[in-house]
Antibody, heavy 118, light 107 residues
Framework: QVQLQESGPGLVKPSETLSLTCTVSGDSVSSGSFHWSWLRQPPGKGPEWIGYISYNGITNYNPSLKSRVLISADTSKNQFSLRLNSVTAADTAVYYC??????????WGQGTLVTVSS | EIVLTQSPATLSLSPGERATLSCRASQSINSYLAWYQQKPGQAPRLLIY???NRATGIPARFSGSGSGTDFTLTISSLEPEDFAVYYC?????????FGQGTRLEIK
């Protein structure tokens, strides 16, 4: 069974960088079949796709966030990571990592709440 | 960017009734349409992919249909555990977007 687990700080100050890591078990981030994605969900709203990284390191980002986002992978640890810079209160959300299977998000982490506040 | 519009925003029904949820795309998305269920405090769970294919372990009372720009999720006979928020999602041109959700509540 594929499992994903997000980790990282739950509180980030405005203008700083949000950094999260997703640890994958039951599959490999270097597998040629899937992409590995970050999403977020502000309180009371629907999910928003942030971007994904493919097995060969190619990334694709939501155009609305592209200028502030970096997704990378560490295949030796079977992890992938998110960096979102210059955060504001609008970036407060539950952040999820997920596996992308031909455009479908079939396995998700449990999510981690990140609050942007001084 | 393709925008997905879900209706209604809230649907109030009783257990045993049939639920019909709609998702309309701003342009044709072929068959790249999925549905998710989300309960409070949980991640979304994949129900349906490619318009009408049930994900592993999803009961047969859940079905999807549609084409082009108009899609429907149908729950044939509501069980108590089906009351949740439902999202549609599309992928095209290597981008992923979600609808704003339909809240299915107990009447």
């Amino acid at each position: 069974q594929v499992q994903l687990q997000e980790s990282g700080p739950g509180l980030v100050k405005p203008s700083e960088t949000l950094s999260l890591t997703c640890t994958v078990s039951g599959d490999s981030v270097s597998s040629g079949s899937f992409h590995w994605s970050w999403l977020r969900q502000p309180p009371g709203k629907g999910p928003e796709w942030i971007g994904y990284i493919s097995y060969n390191g190619i990334t694709n980002y939501n155009p609305s966030l592209k200028s502030r986002v970096l997704i990378s992978a560490d295949t030796s640890k079977n992890q992938f990571s998110l960096r979102l810079n210059s955060v504001t209160a609008a970036d407060t959300a539950v952040y999820y990592c997920a596996r992308v299977n031909y455009g479908v998000l079939d396995f998700w982490g449990q999510g981690t709440l990140v609050t942007v506040s001084s | 960017e393709i925008v997905l519009t879900q209706s209604p925003a809230t649907l109030s029904l009783s257990p045993g009734e049939r639920a019909t949820l709609s998702c309309r795309a701003s342009q044709s998305i072929n068959s790249y349409l999925a549905w998710y269920q989300q309960k409070p405090g949980q991640a979304p769970r994949l129900l349906i992919y490619d318009v009408s294919n049930r994900a592993t372990g999803i009961p047969a009372r859940f079905s999807g249909s549609g084409s082009g720009t108009d899609f429907t999720l149908t729950i044939s006979s509501l069980e108590p555990e089906d009351f949740a928020v439902y999202y549609c999602q599309q992928r095209s041109y290597w981008l992923i977007t979600f609808g704003q959700g339909t809240r299915l509540e107990i009447k």
